[in-house]
């Protein structure tokens, strides 16, 4: 008499939803050019709120001022919000006495390619 088979068991994955972090939506903050700051100005500025390294604040201070804009940091709204904000109460640029206040920024969604 052959020996019976017993069936191997069967493992069925369990799938749980993931309760982890949700993303929400980007959203670019866009410095916008205007004739009463200096690259000094923007260097510092992006320095100092977004602590970035001098060349790559250099290389926005340069695009701002031939295209009209940069982007200076992609987040979710709230940050973004917040970012733009800081921006717009920076202050005036000591370094011109024509600079009456802070620069200017807007918060467009991610893969936006105009400014509302």
Same mark, same amino acid.
């Given at each position: 008499m052959p020996a019976a088979v017993t069936p191997? *068991?069967? &493992? =069925?994955?369990?799938?749980e939803i993931?309760?982890?972090e949700h993303h929400g939506r980007l959203f670019h903050v866009v410095l916008l050019d205007d004739d009463e /700051? =200096?690259?000094d100005y923007v260097v510092e500025m992006l320095q100092k709120l977004f602590l970035l390294p001098k060349d790559v604040a250099?290389? /926005?201070? @340069? !695009?701002v001022d %031939? =295209?009209?804009r940069t982007i @200076? &940091?992609?987040? !979710?709204q709230p !940050?973004?919000?917040f970012a733009r904000d800081q921006i717009q109460s920076y202050g005036?640029?000591?370094? %011109? *006495?024509?600079s009456k206040g802070s620069m200017s920024a807007v918060v467009i969604p991610a893969g936006d390619t105009t400014l509302a």
């Open positions: 191997a *068991p069967t &493992i =069925t994955p369990s799938f993931d309760q982890g /700051h =200096t690259y250099f290389q /926005h201070a @340069v !695009e %031939m =295209t009209g @200076v &940091i992609t987040c !979710e !940050e973004a919000e005036a640029d000591p370094r %011109m *006495p024509q």
